[in-house]
């Protein structure tokens, strides 16, 4: 896999490569349902690399369910012990796993931007079956500014769905220079913003980052 992976990629790793992880990490045998994680065919997903992940690895995540300790496992991988990568899953395909009571902003959300993508607790309970969604969880989301056509207005639709809206609403918007936090973008354009991408963090105008610059 030559390309670099953004962070949010969801990844699957190989039965071989998933047995050599619980050899490097005995203390993950006590939990079952890490043991049996790839042979269920569900996904890893890449995040940020820490100080102490090896070099030139892919770092990657798995949270554990609430009824696990919401236990957060990192873990680093070769590129070639992953076998498949997907981009979060749309918010459309994961919105039948959403609760009643958020459909109706899951479907303004929609209007205002159908590629969104969502990628915390209501991605994993898509993604893998298990109960994820707590009355007190967030709706994680990405909205790729390039998709709407109007980066300029889109913090601020965002924050008019925000207010009637019976979750938090967290999450970035994505230009070319990486992503921000969607309440950071509400600010005036000569704000300085701090933009995320898996390389590092860094610092531009709101302006600068929602006309497509780069850091």
Known sequence: MAEALERHTMVKTSAAAWTAVMARHPEFAEHVIIEGWVRADRPLIVRRPGCSDPAGKIPLGLPLPPSHGKRRIAIALDAGEIIEHKPPPLLADAAASAPS????????????CPETR???????????????????????????????????????????????????????IICTAGGVQWRELTGADADDVLVKRQSGVHSMTRAAFLAGGTP
């Open 101 to 112: 009571a958020w459909q109706d902003t899951i479907d303004r959300l929609l209007r205002l």
């Open 118 to 172: 969502t990628f915390g607790s209501l991605a994993w309970q898509h993604l893998t079956g298990l109960p994820y969604l707590s009355d007190h969880s967030d709706l994680d989301l990405l909205w790729p500014a390039r998709a709407t056509g109007q980066a300029s207005t889109l913090p601020f639709e965002i924050a008019d769905i925000a207010r009637l809206a019976p979750m938090r609403l967290d999450g970035e």
